[in-house]
């Protein structure tokens, strides 16, 4: 009776141990492949481990395919974006069966499934067919290294890598290149090279950023990656999905080997031990004898396409065609094609028109999966030296980031226009709400809260950034709200940059009448200071609720002062608050805007100070515009100072300056 018991315990122990393992499976965080000898994988089509441990997903079998997965699924957590990151990189090599002209190439896929029954080789590279391309229900995230340039796929050229969600038409693609840390520019590299290439793809689920770098297999990791991307992959990415690679050939076709492998979802991944990588097979010296037969196919599918797809294709490249210099590919993570901008505005339909100006218009776009509303300015320029320190610049502006800024996301250049690009802010311009009688008034707290986001987005731009960052036109036109009436400074198109420690240099007279410091119509150079007096005059402009200077009335300073004299600066603020304010704040920022208004640069407080007034970490001194001293406007030494208030805007209207017998405070 017990021998009759041994099978049954037998497949019982080994349903456990199977249990056991799906349970390991399930919290695999990381794994490493220093070549794949004694590994398990997922291998279909043509795939195979060769005895040295190269993973061969194709051999140069022509419309063949081959796909090589890790063979447990990884468990996502994508109920929220931040919870999902992720960091991996492997080293591959592609060897064309004749030089110069292999094809199609892989892909890194992430995929709900580890099998692709349905999937075409050819441009579709193993991984979907015609009618499961595009489709969101597929889940899948591609990273693809692509060598043939595939006209139904809008492929920018026959060596280039992409990323793609849904489908091969890529959201974000470029050419290969990598950056050189030691020359400080980027340099060319051919994916078919049969060189090993290593590449490292990094997501930061909190930022929602996709980085895509490229290298030879001997240099370091490169400071700048090939494609820099948002995404939000919890919108595309199921909790469990299996990771690993598909490869495929056409007419024309390549050994696609994988040499190592390494993954991590909760951190870096770990860097492969190079010295243990297998070497891929030398490069072929020689011509594939041809098939004449194959060759007359050739030839004959070539025909076909110049005549049915040629005249299509110089359309699309008249209609799409943009102005690339070659100083530009310093740029191109920051650079978004033409193409996808056309296509999420419509074609640039009128319709989509929300706001205008004396630079041109601005849109509203929507990206294609993952569906994203972007805002894009249409700015004309001229092709002359200056471009290319403006497009430096606004590169720059693409990196900062703060909760208070518009996101300027890159550019784009064709003919005799630039395009900046940058997030949608629902609820338009600040102006709007406060000159616009079809919107709802915003009440004072909402008010205080965008003065605040704007003060401290400027302290950021003056201080903390690499950088000091001058925005040169601050005013409630360039204060977009988002769906939370949050106050975000945007329109970077006139800011400039310069290192701390340096002093700025003189450039054209560029901002707004009635916010413009009156020493820029002396100097002609923009500083700090001017940008707070800019912000002084957008703080009243907020608290008043009318502009700097208006036809036919009393500037604004000059009617705060007068209420002031009148001892009721209260009145100077906006009716429609109808009293319903917070006195001691109301009374605080006419103040305050009135200090940064100062026609005398050095009296002005730095916006450091300003944050220190608004959040009450510094009292404001209690003065009145007629004394004759003004005790310790500052926030480190104190110094008593002899003069009137009221004198200090002598002449503020005309933006003169008056005289003074010393300086407010220290330290400016």
Not at 31 to 56: S, T
Not at 117 to 127: F, T
Not at 144 to 157: C, G, Q, Y
Not at 268 to 275: F, Y
């Amino acid at each position: 009776m017990a021998a009759d018991l041994r099978p049954l315990c037998f497949c019982v122990l080994l349903i456990n141990l199977s249990l056991i393992s799906l349970a390991l499976a399930q919290d695999v965080k990381q794994f490493i492949y220093n070549g794949f000898n004694g590994r398990e994988l997922i291998l279909h089509g043509l795939a195979k481990v060769l005895p040295d441990g190269l993973l061969q997903l194709t051999d140069i079998t022509e419309l063949k395919s081959g796909v090589g997965f890790h063979p447990y699924p990884i468990k996502f957590n994508t109920s929220s974006s931040q919870s999902l990151s992720f960091s991996t990189n492997f080293v591959f090599a592609l060897n064309p069966a004749i030089q110069n002209f292999g094809g199609n190439g892989m892909a890194l896929v992430f995929s709900p499934s580890s099998e692709f029954p349905k999937a075409a080789a050819g441009s579709y590279l193993g991984i979907f067919n015609i009618s499961t391309d595009g489709q969101p229900t597929n889940h899948i995230l591609a990273i693809e290294l692509d060598t043939v340039e595939s006209p139904e796929f809008a492929d920018i050229d026959g060596n280039h890598v992409g990323i793609d969600v849904y489908s091969l038409t890529s959201n974000d693609s470029a050419t290969a290149v990598y950056f050189s840390d030691e020359e400080r520019k980027n340099k060319s590299i051919a994916l078919e090279s049969g060189n090993p290439i290593r590449m490292w793809i990094d997501y930061n689920g909190a930022e929602m950023l996709l980085n895509v770098t490229l290298a030879p297999i001997g240099f370091q990791k490169p400071s700048r990656p090939l494609l820099s991307t948002s995404i939000d992959l919890s919108q595309i990415l199921l909790d469990t999905t299996f990771i690993g690679f598909s490869a495929a050939t056409g007419t024309r076709a390549s050994d696609h080997y994988i040499l190592g492998w390494s993954f991590n979802k909760t951190g870096q991944a770990k860097d492969l031990d190079i010295s243990k990588l297998p070497p891929p097979p030398p490069l072929r010296k020689t011509r594939k004898k041809q098939n004449p037969l194959m060759i007359v196919l050739v030839v004959v599918v070539v025909v076909m396409f110049i005549v049915i797809v040629g005249a299509i294709s110089i359309w699309r490249k008249k209609k799409y065609a943009e102005v690339y210099e070659e100083w530009e590919k310093e740029y191109g993570p920051h650079r978004i094609s033409y193409k996808n901008l056309y296509k999420a505005t419509r074609g640039f339909k009128e319709t989509e028109v929300i706001g205008r100006g004396g630079f041109g218009k601005v849109y509203k776009g929507v990206l294609r999966s993952p569906e994203e509303q972007i805002a894009i300015k249409r700015v004309t320029h001229d092709s002359g030296e200056g471009m290319r320190q403006f497009v430096a610049e606004i590169v720059s502006m693409g990196r900062l980031r703060h909760r208070n800024l518009v996101q300027l996301r890159g550019y784009c250049r064709r003919k005799g226009e630039l395009l900046l690009v940058y997030d949608y802010m629902p609820n338009g311009s600040l102006d709007k709400f406060l000159y616009g009688s079809m919107r709802p008034n915003l009440n004072w707290f909402q008010r205080i809260r965008i003065v605040r986001g704007v003060a401290c987005s400027l302290l950021y731009l003056h201080e903390e950034c690499e950088q000091v960052v001058l925005h040169r036109d601050i005013k409630s036109a360039n204060v977009l709200l988002d769906a939370d009436l949050n106050g975000k400074l945007g329109d970077f198109g006139l800011a400039r940059l310069y290192d701390h420690g340096s002093n700025p240099q003189t450039t054209n007279l560029v901002g707004t009448i009635g916010y413009l410091a009156p020493e820029l119509l002396r100097t002609r150079m923009a500083t700090t200071s001017s940008d707070v007096f800019s912000f002084g005059a957008f703080m009243l402009e907020v608290a008043c609720g009318r502009r700097p200077m208006e036809p036919g009335e009393l500037d604004l300073v000059d009617r705060v002062i007068e209420c002031w004299k009148k001892g009721s600066i209260l009145d100077a603020g906006d009716r429609r608050l109808e009293g319903i304010f917070a006195e001691e704040q109301m009374e605080l920022v006419l103040k305050l805007g009135l200090f940064c208004s100062h026609p005398n640069p050095a009296i002005r407080p730095s916006m450091r100070q300003v944050m220190q007034y608004l959040d009450g970490d510094a009292k404001f001194p209690d003065i009145s515009p007629d004394s004759n001293v003004i005790d310790t406007f500052t926030t480190n030494e104190a110094s008593d100072t002899m003069v009137s208030f009221s004198s200090m805007f002598e002449s503020s209207s005309s933006h003169t300056m008056s005289t003074f017998d010393s300086i407010l405070g220290s330290g400016r």
